[in-house]
């Protein structure tokens, strides 16, 4: 019996987001596709599927480990490209796996193999354990039985001569092989899957594949991240300034391109920082017309959602206004509850507070305001 696995990574990954395609993104350090081209390198032979604009990377990165085969627009066609490929090759039988699934464990795949010696199908799953709802316009509407159900993962395992036949006489597209499998009449066995067998397929999922990384290695599973941000506005004519979200009456306004909100801005800075995504002014270009005057609130709300997304809780944050006047004190409780209302977090997890600078320096001298900030993240 000699087996191949089929590593499927031929998607661009646009419900993951970020700068390239998922499998390509790092995780630990590596690629994704490293994790899941090692995951599978004790079977000895392994088909790799990449999309055409991928494969002078994918010859440099994997050309001496790995056959390299052009996939297709959907999934199921990316499939059976490698099948057609492994045809009268000698391989009998077949893991095909998504290149997204980078922490396959190897118990899980001599699973399936053991399960395909006794069927020409065999694929890990898990039992819906959770209750299931219908739902419409955010409110449920009925439920349904959790018996019997499953939830698909990878590696599927089969037959080569069988998958191959259905493929070519099944539906274009699939959400799985298993689907084409089971269209052409083959039995297929369910094998236990693992939870940490996580897909990536959302921003968030990076976080958890992260942390599930970092368990493996003996590890902390926490992820903590600390972010800091700085900012100064000068004074201008004006009868206000706005701090941490809040307008205090002042002989003087704040120049700026935005409102102005020199301690929003720090602290925006501060989540970016934490999250290594740059800072303020790449999200929100100062040369952009659409933030003139802009509330800063959008700002701060972006790096909140953007924290949220990879999966992480921000635990609190804290905010130091530098400045002679005015004076913060009065105003200090209004603007904590203002920040924990754009973070979506307790009051009490967010700090500001102020000083002066002993008449020293610019802030001394009152030509402005500065800010410093920190935010803290855990995933
Ligand atoms: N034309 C395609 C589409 C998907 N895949 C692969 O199939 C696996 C599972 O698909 P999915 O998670 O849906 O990946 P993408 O299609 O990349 O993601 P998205 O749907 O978010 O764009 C991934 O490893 C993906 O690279 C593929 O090889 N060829
Ligand atoms: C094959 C699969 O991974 C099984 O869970 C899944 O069906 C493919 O991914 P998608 O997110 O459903 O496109």
């Avoid at 994704?32 to 990165?61: K, N, Q, S, Y």
Wanted: hydrophobic content about 45%.
């Amino acid at each position: 019996m000699t087996t191949a696995a089929i590593i499927v990574a031929a998607g661009r990954g646009s419900r993951a987001g970020g700068p390239e395609p998922k499998q390509w993104q790092a995780l630990g350090g590596v690629p994704v596709l490293r994790h899941t081209l090692d995951a599978f390198a004790h079977i000895g032979r392994t088909v790799l599927v990449l999309h055409p604009d991928d494969m002078t990377r994918g010859i440099a990165e994997f050309g001496g480990e790995v056959t390299l085969v052009a996939g297709g627009a959907t999934r199921t066609a990316s499939v059976r490209a490698a099948l057609e490929l492994l045809e009268g090759s000698g391989v009998t039988r077949v893991l095909i796996q998504d290149g997204a699934r980078p922490l396959t464990s190897p118990a899980l795949i001599a699973r399936v193999l053991a399960a395909l010696d006794q069927a020409p199908g065999a694929a890990p799953a898990l039992p819906v354990t959770d209750a299931l709802w219908t739902g419409a316009g955010g409110r449920v509407t009925g439920a349904r039985d959790r018996e019997g159900l499953f939830r698909a993962q990878t590696p599927q395992g089969f037959d080569l001569a069988a998958i191959l036949a259905a493929h070519r006489s099944g539906p274009a597209e699939a959400p799985d092989d298993v689907a084409i499998a089971r269209a052409a009449g083959l039995d297929v066995a369910i094998t236990e899957g693992e939870e940490e067998n996580i897909k990536i397929t959302f921003p968030g999922d990076f976080a958890r594949a992260e942390a599930i990384l970092h368990r493996r290695k003996g590890a902390p599973a926490m992820d903590v991240r600390l972010g800091n941000g700085f900012d100064v506005h000068a004074f201008c004519e004006g009868d206000h300034v706005t701090l941490c979200g809040v307008k205090v009456p002042h002989g003087r306004g704040l120049l700026g391109h935005s409102d102005a909100d020199v301690g929003m801005h720090a602290l925006t800075d501060a989540i970016y920082g934490a999250l290594a995504a740059g800072d303020i002014g790449r999200h929100f270009p100062p040369t952009d017309p659409q933030w003139k005057g802009a509330a800063s609130e959008i700002f701060l709300a972006h790096a909140a959602a953007l924290a949220r997304d990879r999966g992480y809780t921000l635990t609190n944050v804290d905010v130091t206004l530098i400045c002679e006047r005015p004076k913060v004190g009065p105003h200090a409780a209004a603007m904590c509850a203002e920040l924990a209302r754009i973070l979506g977090i307790a009051p009490d997890r967010v700090s500001v507070k102020a000083t002066t600078s002993e008449r020293l320096g610019f802030t001394g001298r009152e030509e402005g305001i500065a800010a410093i900030a920190t935010a803290t993240l855990v995933a």
